[in-house]
C-alpha cells in the first residue's frame, strides 16, 4: 500500500495496488469497472489475458498498469505492438502469472483465471502474504488445505469473491466460528433446474450455456449446468470456512437474490442479499472491512415479490454426492474431479462430446485414479495430469 498526501489537503491517504489474473473475461471486466468506479484510493498495478490481446492492450491503455501479461506467449509479439508507446513492462508465458503473484508492490491479487492455470499463481500470492480476493475456485478445490496454510503462514487474507462465498463472509460476521452449526449455499440451478433425469441426455451446448440468471464465462456456465459449480462451491466452503462438508447444504433459489446463508447454533439464519450481480462481491473483496458506496444497486424486495427455494435433485446433479464423497476421501480426489471436469468440459464445448458424458467422465476418473491421503503439491499435479490424459483418452475411443 502507499501513503500520498492530498492536493494542499495535509491528509494522507492510503492506495491499494491491484493485479488483476485474467482481466479480459467476465469477473476482470467487471473488477476493472469496479475500481474505475472507487477512484483514487485503488489503483491498477498489473493486467493479465490469455490470448485476448486487443481487449488487454485496450485494457492497458485505460488503467496505465506498470505491467501486463500474456500467457499465450505467441501474443507477446502483437501486444508489444500494440503498446509500444506505453510504459509498461510486458511479460508472456503461464509463468508470468507467477511472477505478478509475487510483485512487491502489489497489495491485492485478484484471481479471476479459469480453471487450474491460476494454482501456482495463486499460492505465489498466498506465500507473499497478499491480500488474495479469489474468483478462481479450482485453485482452492485442488489444493485448498495447504493454500490457506500458505496464507496463514505469511499473514496474508483470502478473500471470497464467488458471490455465495462473499455472502457467507458476511454472514459469518454476526456470530463466533464455533457457534455456526450449518450453511447453507444457494444455487440458481442453472439451465436444467426443471428437467427430468431422462431429458438431461438430450440437452444440446446452445441450452447449456444459455444460463437464465448469471452472465459469466463458458467454463462456468456449463458448470453451472451441470452443477458441477456448486459442487466445487462445497468444498470451497469447507476450507474457506474451516466447517465439515457435513454441515454444509445447497439449496435451489432460482430468483438468486439470497446468495447464501449461515445457521447459527441458536436456530438464527443469518443470509446476504443482493441483485445477481457479481460488482458487489468483487468491491466487498477490495474494500473490506469498509464498505463503500459503488455500482451495485440493492434488490427492490416488492419488486420480487417472493423468494423460492427447494432441494436440488442428487440423481439428475450427480456433482453433488461426488462432492461430498470428494472432500471425504481427501487426498488427489479433490485435484481428479476438477481436472477431469475441466477436461471433459472442453471436449464438451468442442462439441466432441454429448452434456451427460462430462459428468460420467469424472465418475470414470474418480472410479480409476488411486487415490492417496497426505499427497505432496507434486503428486497432485501428477494426478491433475492423469486425469486429463485419461479424460482425453476416452473420449476419443468413444
Ligand atoms: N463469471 C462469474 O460470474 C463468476 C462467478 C464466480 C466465480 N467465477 C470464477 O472466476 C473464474 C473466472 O471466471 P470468468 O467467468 O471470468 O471466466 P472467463 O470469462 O472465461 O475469463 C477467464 C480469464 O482467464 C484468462 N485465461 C483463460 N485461460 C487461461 C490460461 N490457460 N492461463 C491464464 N489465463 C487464462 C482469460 O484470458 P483470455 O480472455 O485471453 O482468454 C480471461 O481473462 C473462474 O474460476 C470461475 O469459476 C466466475
Same mark, same amino acid.
Given at each position: 500500500?502507499?501513503?500520498? $498526501?492530498?492536493?494542499?489537503?495535509?491528509?494522507?491517504?492510503?492506495?491499494?495496488?491491484?493485479?488483476?489474473?485474467?482481466?479480459?473475461?467476465?469477473?476482470?471486466?467487471?473488477?476493472?469497472?469496479?475500481? =474505475?468506479?472507487?477512484?483514487?484510493? +485503488?489503483?491498477?498495478?498489473?493486467?493479465?489475458?490469455?490470448?485476448?490481446?486487443?481487449?488487454?492492450?485496450?485494457?492497458?491503455?485505460?488503467?496505465?498498469?506498470k505491467y501486463v501479461a500474456i500467457t499465450d506467449a505467441d501474443n507477446q509479439k502483437r501486444l508489444a505492438e500494440l503498446l509500444a508507446d506505453l510504459d509498461v513492462e510486458i511479460l508472456a508465458g503461464p509463468e508470468s502469472l507467477v511472477a505478478i503473484g509475487e510483485l512487491a508492490e502489489v497489495d491485492i491479487v485478484l484471481t479471476a483465471v479459469v480453471g487450474?492455470?491460476?494454482?501456482?499463481?495463486?499460492?505465489?500470492?498466498?506465500?507473499?502474504?497478499?491480500?488474495?480476493?479469489?474468483?478462481?475456485?479450482?485453485?482452492?478445490? @485442488?489444493?485448498? =488445505?495447504?493454500?490457506v496454510k500458505e496464507a496463514r503462514a505469511s499473514g496474508g487474507e483470502i478473500l471470497p469473491v464467488d458471490s455465495e462465498h462473499s455472502a457467507i463472509f458476511q454472514a459469518m460476521q454476526a456470530g463466533r466460528p464455533k457457534e455456526v452449526a450449518k450453511i447453507i449455499l444457494t444455487a440458481s440451478g442453472g439451465p436444467f433446474r426443471e428437467v427430468a433425469i431422462d431429458d438431461i441426455r438430450n440437452v444440446?451446448?446452445?441450452?447449456?450455456?444459455?444460463?437464465?440468471?448469471?452472465?459469466?464465462?463458458?467454463?462456468?456456465?456449463?458448470?453451472?449446468?451441470?452443477? @458441477?459449480?456448486?459442487?466445487?462451491?462445497?468444498?470451497?466452503?469447507?476450507?474457506?470456512?474451516?466447517?465439515?462438508?457435513e454441515k454444509i447444504e445447497v439449496l435451489i433459489?432460482?430468483?438468486?437474490?439470497?446468495?447464501?446463508?449461515?445457521?447459527?447454533?441458536?436456530?438464527?439464519?443469518?443470509?446476504?442479499?443482493?441483485?445477481?450481480? @457479481?460488482?458487489?462481491?468483487?468491491? +466487498?473483496?477490495?474494500?473490506?472491512?469498509?464498505?463503500?458506496?459503488?455500482?451495485?444497486?440493492?434488490?427492490?424486495?416488492?419488486e420480487i415479490g417472493k423468494l423460492t427455494f427447494k432441494r436440488p435433485n442428487p440423481e439428475v446433479f450427480r456433482?453433488?454426492?461426488?462432492?461430498? =464423497?470428494? $472432500?471425504?476421501?481427501?487426498?488427489?480426489?479433490?485435484?481428479?474431479?476438477?481436472?477431469?471436469?475441466?477436461?471433459?468440459?472442453?471436449?464438451?464445448?468442442?462439441?466432441?462430446?454429448?452434456?451427460?458424458?462430462?459428468l460420467e467422465l469424472v465418475e470414470h476418473c474418480l472410479n480409476k485414479h488411486d487415490v492417496k491421503t497426505g499427497v505432496s503439491l507434486e503428486e497432485l499435479l501428477e494426478a491433475d495430469a492423469w486425469a486429463r490424459r485419461e479424460v482425453t483418452s476416452v473420449a476419443c475411443s468413444a
Open positions: 500500500m502507499v501513503l500520498f $498526501a492530498g492536493a494542499g489537503t495535509g491528509v494522507a491517504y492510503m492506495v491499494r495496488r491491484i493485479a488483476i489474473l485474467g482481466s479480459t473475461g467476465s469477473i476482470g471486466t467487471n473488477a476493472l469497472r469496479v475500481i =474505475e468506479a472507487l477512484g483514487s484510493g +485503488y489503483s491498477v498495478f498489473a493486467l493479465s489475458a490469455h490470448s485476448s490481446v486487443e481487449l488487454l492492450a485496450e485494457q492497458a491503455r485505460r488503467f496505465k498498469p487450474a492455470a491460476g494454482l501456482p499463481a495463486v499460492l505465489a500470492a498466498a506465500r507473499r502474504g497478499k491480500r488474495l480476493a479469489i474468483a478462481n475456485k479450482e485453485p482452492l478445490v @485442488m489444493a485448498g =488445505e495447504l493454500l444440446t451446448l446452445a441450452q447449456a450455456l444459455a444460463h437464465p440468471v448469471w452472465d459469466m464465462g463458458p467454463k462456468i456456465t456449463v458448470d453451472s449446468a451441470t452443477m @458441477m459449480n456448486k459442487a466445487f462451491e462445497i468444498i470451497e466452503a469447507r476450507w474457506l470456512f474451516d466447517v465439515p462438508v433459489h432460482p430468483e438468486s437474490i439470497i446468495h447464501s446463508l449461515v445457521e447459527f447454533v441458536d436456530a438464527s439464519l443469518i443470509a446476504q442479499l443482493g441483485r445477481p450481480d @457479481m460488482c458487489l462481491p468483487i468491491q +466487498y473483496a477490495l474494500t473490506y472491512p469498509d464498505r463503500v458506496a459503488g455500482i451495485a444497486r440493492a434488490p427492490r424486495l416488492e456433482a453433488l454426492p461426488l462432492a461430498y =464423497e470428494v $472432500a471425504r476421501v481427501g487426498g488427489a480426489a479433490a485435484v481428479v474431479f476438477n481436472a477431469a471436469n475441466e477436461a471433459a468440459v472442453e471436449e464438451f464445448l468442442a462439441g466432441k462430446i454429448k452434456f451427460v458424458n462430462i
